[in-house]
């Protein structure tokens, strides 16, 4: 039976080849869709969890409350001491393991130098808490030591090329301390929310050359260490994160804290799942960028909704070929077939069709996955599909698509009477018509809103792009800065702006396009007594060149110069911290006493309001200070080139550097550069909206040519009756069309108020956004209108051209 179903649901594909062509394209196109949006949330929802401990590790995060009690800053990391303690306070614990990131670090083997960015200084017990593979050394004690050092296989053939680095030297930051290489482990995979190439022993930091063990001990105000702790099977994490707060008060004093005041009034500790961390993880200060899981929410409605459409396709196109197949249909039921096995024809027929799509929808993901990721900068696998739990469920598709597609037209053919089809007259009843023209409203709204969604994340891209930041963020190459400068940096300075092609240089301890997490805490004087202020005004030391270099403009007062020896104890603010401050202009806020931390200094300057961080955070209270010209409490070097002669600038800049700063390697970026990778993930949205956007708009428009392709065929004596009666051709044309443009008109209807709801929060995330403009659901309306009229227009026009004498013959 099954056999026999199957061999004439063959041959009906073979038969209708230009329809069975259109249906199989149409489901292949959904499947793939679906396919490819399923290897993206796969790798989303991955991460991090190949650790054999995933499940019962938890990372430490912290949080900090202004003085009216609100939060202003969560960091995904803490200070060192906490790890300890928690190990002491909860013995629950099994393990507690930190790591520190080193920043740029330089590191040194014979005459050759490296800068590394993916150093992390690792507890000795860190392999405990992750699962990493070590190919050389014993993980257990290869971090034991102070000065010890594992590497990557990539590190090692760089440094060492086909020499067995274990038990090789390099040295750290062109200074003495030399790190012997202890083990070899693999890279972390792609789905790990750290990638570290250098993993250098935690003991290394307990010399006071580099931090000392005192710093770890009591430093509660470094937050830079990443805590994670590994808890026993099926323990419940709120037996540890309930007591947090009491944990705090007993064990943590924040220095400046009045006796009154507890330390869980001020700060904060919380536990955060380790398969959390890329999806659910919308933290300051995180080691790399996290991924989004309202993303993930939204791919995942949109394969639905894509695969949605191609079934919809597949139903209209089903129906729109029933009049070739009613005397099939009748001729069956004459010779006794009965209407459930009728059904289980054209289930099978369907479920055929989608194995087929499956097919070439498993070929077209294979194939196009490297574009995609090309494309999108991502790191799907197409081998993450064949996951045995997410294999049986694509094996599953054929059966469910099929039902889903096939059930309605397969109720509707069968529901053919023999006498009336045998005798060539097949009246469709009204209800059937509605409910197609339902899924064709269905395929439009869908198809609109992801145009919609499509424009709007283009234009807040564009905006982004295009908007002044408050400073001239082009042609400004950024690089680290050195200490080595720290004594010889004017010299330095001065043989850079030799070159015409360079026009300013300056330091400072951020640059444009970081966070903003720095706070020494404020207070006004007012009568002569300090008052608390209730901001969080955060700094950035800076020197005399910085505002010159990036251009930023004052709205009042002055610059720092080296014609006042009392800079050190000046600062510089911006307008929105005048505004929270209590000043009404930043004229009124020159020469105003003002305590930052521990020192009292007066302010000489207001800067305008701009842009330091992305355009998803608000324009927050800044302030600008001039460290001691010994201190060397610099970060980074900003330097401003000539955009029709960065070459040569380049050139210049790296002639100095290694002029004046010999053991350290070179290397920049440019701001604009660094600015762009802000919005990564949102260039990711834009291109893989307008990619799907595109094919369902293309199935949608099968799913109408299908309806309208029935329809028509139902018309042809009415047309061929039309044009008796003298109805021209474009007549004839508007009326066909017109049921079908006003389905369109219908989802426009549905769909851009849906639309609206979406995208209005999607902005939401960003502080400066643009404003929903009613063009572009306008547009995207007539967009879809004018799809749909070019779908049927050949159709129509097809139709009404036809000879009224071969549509009428048979009446």
């Not at 509660?220 to 705090?248: A, R």
């Not at 055929?352 to 077209?364: E, S």
């Not at 190459?477 to 050195?482: E, G, I, N, P």
């Not at 004596?717 to 003298?726: A, N, S, T």
Request: charged share 20%; with cysteine.
């Amino acid at each position: 039976m099954i056999k026999n179903y199957l061999r004439s649901a063959w041959r009906n594909i073979t038969k209708h080849k230009f329809i069975s062509f259109i249906n199989i394209s149409g489901l292949t196109i959904g499947i793939t869709c679906c396919l490819l949006i399923l290897a993206y949330i796969i790798n989303e929802l991955s991460y991090d969890r190949y650790n054999e401990n995933a499940d019962r590790t938890y990372r430490v995060t912290r949080i900090f409350y202004s003085r009216d009690g609100s939060e202003n800053l969560h960091l995904s990391s803490i200070a060192p001491p906490f790890g300890p303690l928690l190990k002491v306070a909860f013995p629950d614990i099994q393990k507690v393991t930190r790591v520190l990131p080193s920043g740029t670090t330089v590191f040194k083997y014979k005459d050759k130098l490296f800068n590394e960015q993916s150093g992390f200084f690792a507890d000795e017990n860190f392999f405990n808490v992750f699962t990493v593979n070590v190919t050389e050394g014993d993980k257990k004690t290869a971090l034991n030591d102070p000065y010890s050092l594992m590497i990557t296989p990539e590190i090692a053939k760089k440094y060492f090329g086909n020499e067995d680095p274990i038990n090789k030297t390099v040295i750290l930051d062109d200074t003495k301390h030399e790190f012997k290489i202890t083990g070899i482990f693999e890279p972390f995979p792609s789905n790990a929310h750290m990638h570290p190439n250098i993993l250098m022993s935690f003991n290394t930091l307990k010399d006071t050359a580099i931090m000392g063990e005192k710093q770890l001990e009591t430093n509660y105000g470094n937050n830079s260490f990443y805590t994670y702790l590994l808890l026993p099977k099926n323990y419940n994490s709120e037996m540890i994160s309930g007591q947090l707060n009491n944990f705090l008060d007993k064990y943590v004093h924040m220095p400046g804290t009045p006796p009154n005041i507890k330390t869980s009034q001020t700060t904060k500790l919380t536990m955060q799942k380790l398969t959390d961390i890329h999806l659910k993880s919308r933290l300051d200060d995180e080691i790399e960028p996290e991924g989004s899981m309202t993303r993930v929410y939204i791919f995942s409605v949109i394969a639905v909704f894509i695969l949605l459409i191609a079934c919809i396709n597949y139903m209209n196109l089903s129906t729109a070929r029933s009049a070739l197949r009613a005397k099939e249909i009748g001729v069956r039921k004459v010779i006794g077939a009965q209407r459930k096995e009728i059904i289980r024809q054209f289930l099978g027929e369907s479920v055929l069709v989608t194995w087929v799509a499956l097919i070439l929808g498993m070929v077209l993901t294979w194939l196009l996955l490297p574009y995609i990721n090309s494309l999108a900068h991502l790191n799907l696998a197409f081998s993450s599909l064949f996951r045995w739990d997410i294999l049986i469920c694509i094996l599953c598709l054929p059966f469910f698509i099929g039902l889903l597609s096939g059930l309605y037209p397969a109720i509707f053919m069968s529901s053919f009477k023999p006498v009336q089809v045998l005798k060539g007259v097949l009246k469709v009843g009204s209800g059937n018509i509605s409910f197609r023209k339902v899924l064709v409203v269905v395929q439009f709204s869908v198809s609109i809103v992801l145009i919609v969604a499509t424009t709007v994340v283009f234009q807040q891209l564009s905006y982004i792009e295009n908007k002044s930041l408050g400073f001239n963020k082009d042609h400004i190459l950024v690089t680290a800065y050195s200490g080595t400068l720290t004594k010889q940096f004017e010299s330095f300075k001065q043989e850079l702006l030799k070159n015409s092609a360079i026009r300013a240089v300056g330091r400072s301890s951020r640059i444009p396009s970081g966070r903003l997490l720095d706070d020494q805490g404020a207070q006004v004087i007012e009568g002569g007594k300090s008052v608390p202020t209730n901001i969080e005004l955060k700094y950035i030391t800076t020197d005399f060149g910085f505002m010159d270099t990036y251009g930023m403009k004052l709205a009042a007062g002055r610059n720092f110069s080296r014609d006042y020896l009392t800079d050190t104890a000046r600062y510089i603010i911006n307008e929105t911290a005048v505004r929270q401050l209590g000043w009404k202009t930043p004229q009124n806020a020159i020469g105003k006493d003002l305590t930052y931390g521990n020192t009292k200094g007066k302010v000489i300057g207001v800067v305008h309001d701009f842009h330091f961080e992305s355009l998803h955070q608000a324009i927050i209270p800044m302030l600008f200070f001039l460290p001691p010209p010994s201190s060397g409490y610099y970060n980074s070097i900003s330097i401003k080139v000539n955009g029709n002669n960065v070459q040569s600038a380049i050139n210049t800049i790296r002639d100095t550097w290694h002029q004046y700063v010999p053991n350290v390697p070179f290397d920049y970026t440019f701001l604009d550069d660094r600015f762009r990778k802000l919005y990564d993930a949102e260039q990711q949205e834009s291109k893989l909206f307008t990619i799907f956007s595109c094919l369902a708009i293309f199935i949608a428009c099968l799913g109408l040519f299908g309806l309208s392709a029935f329809t028509i065929s139902q018309r042809i004596k009415e047309i061929g009756v039309r044009k008796v009666l003298g109805a021209s051709v474009p007549q004839i044309v508007v009326e066909l069309s017109r049921d079908f443009l006003k389905l369109v008109i219908i989802a426009a209807v549905v769909a851009l108020p849906v639309s609206w709801f979406f995208m209005h929060h999607w902005l939401l995330d960003f502080a400066s956004r643009i404003d929903l403009s009613w063009w572009v659901f306008l547009g995207a309306g007539v967009i879809a209108f004018i799809i749909a009229f070019a779908t049927i227009g050949l159709q129509t026009v097809k139709a009404a051209n036809v000879n009224p004498v071969k549509s009428l013959r048979s009446e």
